[in-house]
């Protein structure tokens, strides 16, 4: 009895300061930063306490998403397909807790893009961003172009992404080719890896996350028409990453099962808010009936609708937050500081070109570059959407037999022969042919 009564003193002592510290730890992120609690007792066990409240207020904050979670913690861990050594999210997680802006950029096709009654994973991820670490100057850039894939973003990288990006989230999962029609050794996947290499050259350090994204009705082949595990890039593209040791989330990881057993919110038969094409069988997908639009996770049966880029942002978060629990709960990773280590390393892709810079004309700068032509036009590709960039703007002919007639230099800026010159270009529409003379 005598250890009973001696101890209820101590007790109380740590319930009173459990819960100021408690409150000031929530307090303090929602400033924007964060500064871990020096706790001074002579008690071991109250420290410990205190220490494990703080860390559980703080994982708490971080899971905290201003949505309905879509993903359980179990589904988003397996999503997470590559977490590496964790230095890149860190570098942005010292930002974030030190109460400064950050800057979000997301480069991809259709499915970054969004628009519409598509989902826009970004602007999910930026409410993420402003609610748990609010700062009145963080910005979001979405810089997705429908139907574009790595090698139109590649030579015009230096346009497209800006130079003070800390964090550029990589979606091309869907829009580069699939596995069985490239190997690693193609152009299409030297191209992804000498776009990574640019940004991971760059003095600001932007920290890159590969987004891989899984459209189950247009991954078909041996045998099955949907939802096929392995035909998309996502392989080779997750190889990339564990070369660069850069974090890979993938939709597929996390959610295969989900669309397989028909779980609410990833029922992919319908589309929530159109029609849609099983790309296997050429078959129409049916719209959701009225109300039953948040059982489906693709908005047309190819782009995910609104739970989707819910999906699509938790995965992003988790790894992030993460990041940011360690960071600011003292977990070290010790890095190995051998000079032979420093910097990249070479290009993974034997034969490849290290690539630091590329001509890239876009849109009116296009333009002046024709000299001739005969039945092209300049003119959009899909004139009803509301901004020029998903207009696409271009040169295009309607008719066999049209031409037109390039003007263009290929000189370099130094006379170096250490240098290659690269002429890019993009076929949107088949059967054109191109004579460099």
Same mark, same amino acid.
């Given at each position: 009895?005598?250890?009973?009564?001696?101890?209820?003193?101590?007790?109380?002592?740590?319930?009173?300061?459990?819960?100021?510290?408690?409150?000031?730890?929530?307090?303090? =992120?929602?400033?924007?930063?964060?500064?871990?609690?020096?706790?001074?007792?002579?008690?071991?066990?109250?420290?410990?306490?205190?220490?494990?409240?703080?860390?559980?207020?703080?994982? #708490? +904050?971080?899971?905290?998403?201003?949505?309905?979670?879509?993903?359980?913690?179990?589904?988003?861990?397996?999503?997470?397909?590559?977490?590496?050594?964790?230095?890149?999210?860190? +570098?942005? #997680? #010292?930002?974030?807790?030190?109460? &400064?802006?950050?800057?979000?950029?997301?480069?991809?096709?259709?499915?970054?893009?969004?628009?519409?009654?598509?989902?826009?994973?970004?602007?999910?991820?930026?409410?993420?961003?402003?609610?748990?670490?609010?700062?009145?100057?963080?910005?979001?850039?979405?810089?997705?172009?429908?139907?574009?894939?790595?090698?139109?973003?590649?030579?015009?990288?230096?346009?497209?992404?800006?130079?003070?990006?800390?964090? %550029?989230?990589?979606?091309?999962?869907?829009?580069?080719?699939?596995?069985?029609? %490239?190997?690693?050794?193609?152009?299409?996947?030297?191209?992804?890896?000498?776009?990574? +290499?640019?940004?991971?050259?760059?003095?600001?350090?932007?920290?890159?996350?590969? =987004?891989?994204?899984?459209?189950?009705?247009?991954?078909?082949?041996?045998?099955?028409?949907?939802?096929?595990?392995?035909?998309?890039?996502?392989?080779?593209?997750?190889?990339?990453?564990?070369?660069?040791?850069?974090?890979?989330?993938?939709?597929?990881?996390?959610?295969?099962?989900?669309?397989?057993?028909?779980?609410?919110?990833?029922?992919?038969?319908?589309?929530?808010?159109?029609?849609?094409?099983?790309?296997?069988?050429?078959?129409?997908?049916?719209?959701?009936?009225?109300?039953?639009?948040?059982?489906?996770?693709?908005?047309?049966?190819?782009?995910?609708?609104?739970?989707?880029?819910?999906?699509?942002?938790?995965? %992003?978060?988790?790894?992030?937050?993460? #990041?940011?629990?360690?960071?600011?709960?003292?977990? &070290?990773?010790?890095?190995?500081?051998?000079? &032979?280590?420093?910097?990249?390393?070479?290009?993974?892709?034997?034969?490849?070109?290290?690539?630091?810079?590329?001509?890239?004309?876009?849109?009116?700068?296009?333009?002046?570059?024709?000299?001739?032509?005969?039945?092209?036009?300049?003119?959009?590709?899909?004139?009803?959407?509301?901004?020029?960039?998903?207009?696409?703007?271009?040169?295009?002919?309607? &008719?066999?037999?049209?031409?037109?007639?390039?003007?263009?230099?290929?000189?370099?800026?130094?006379?170096?022969?250490?240098?290659?010159?690269?002429?890019?270009?993009?076929?949107?529409?088949?059967?054109?042919?191109?004579?460099?003379?």
């Amino acid at each position: 009895m005598e250890a009973k009564a001696d101890r209820t003193p101590q007790l109380l002592l740590a319930v009173l300061v459990l819960i100021p510290l408690f409150l000031a730890g929530i307090h303090i =992120l929602e400033g924007g930063g964060l500064t871990r609690p020096v706790v001074k007792t002579s008690s071991m066990d109250l420290a410990i306490n205190t220490e494990a409240a703080v860390a559980a207020a703080l994982k #708490a +904050r971080l899971r905290r998403l201003p949505w309905s979670p879509m993903l359980s913690e179990a589904e988003a861990r397996r999503g997470v397909t590559y977490a590496g050594s964790g230095a890149p999210l860190r +570098r942005l #997680a #010292a930002k974030l807790l030190a109460g &400064q802006a950050v800057k979000l950029v997301t480069i991809g096709g259709s499915v970054t893009q969004g628009g519409g009654m598509l989902g826009d994973y970004l602007s999910e991820l930026f409410r993420y961003i402003n609610s748990t670490f609010p700062h009145g100057q963080h910005e979001m850039l979405n810089k997705g172009m429908g139907a574009w894939g790595s090698e139109g973003f590649e030579p015009c990288l230096d346009r497209i992404v800006p130079q003070d990006a800390d964090l %550029v989230v990589v979606e091309f999962a869907i829009n580069d080719e699939a596995s069985e029609k %490239v190997s690693y050794a193609s152009p299409q996947r030297r191209t992804y890896e000498q776009m990574l +290499r640019r940004m991971l050259q760059r003095p600001s350090q932007p920290t890159l996350v590969l =987004l891989q994204y899984y459209p189950w009705m247009r991954s078909f082949g041996d045998g099955v028409t949907q939802g096929l595990y392995y035909r998309e890039p996502e392989t080779e593209m997750t190889v990339l990453g564990q070369y660069y040791d850069l974090p890979v989330v993938s939709v597929r990881a996390a959610t295969w099962r989900l669309m397989h057993a028909g779980i609410d919110g990833f029922k992919v038969d319908k589309g929530a808010h159109s029609i849609g094409l099983n790309w296997g069988n050429k078959s129409i997908i049916p719209q959701a009936d009225a109300g039953e639009e948040d059982k489906y996770f693709y908005s047309d049966g190819l782009h995910p609708g609104p739970g989707g880029a819910q999906v699509m942002a938790e995965l %992003v978060i988790h790894p992030l937050a993460v #990041a940011v629990e360690d960071l600011a709960t003292g977990v &070290q990773v010790e890095e190995r500081q051998a000079p &032979q280590l420093q910097g990249l390393p070479p290009p993974m892709i034997p034969n490849s070109p290290n690539v630091s810079s590329s001509a890239c004309f876009m849109l009116e700068e296009f333009k002046p570059l024709v000299k001739q032509a005969q039945g092209f036009e300049y003119r959009p590709e899909r004139p009803a959407r509301t901004s020029v960039l998903a207009q696409k703007w271009g040169w295009s002919g309607l &008719q066999p037999g049209e031409w037109l007639q390039l003007e263009f230099s290929t000189m370099l800026d130094t006379a170096s022969p250490q240098r290659n010159a690269t002429v890019c270009e993009c076929r949107i529409a088949k059967r054109v042919g191109w004579d460099f003379s």
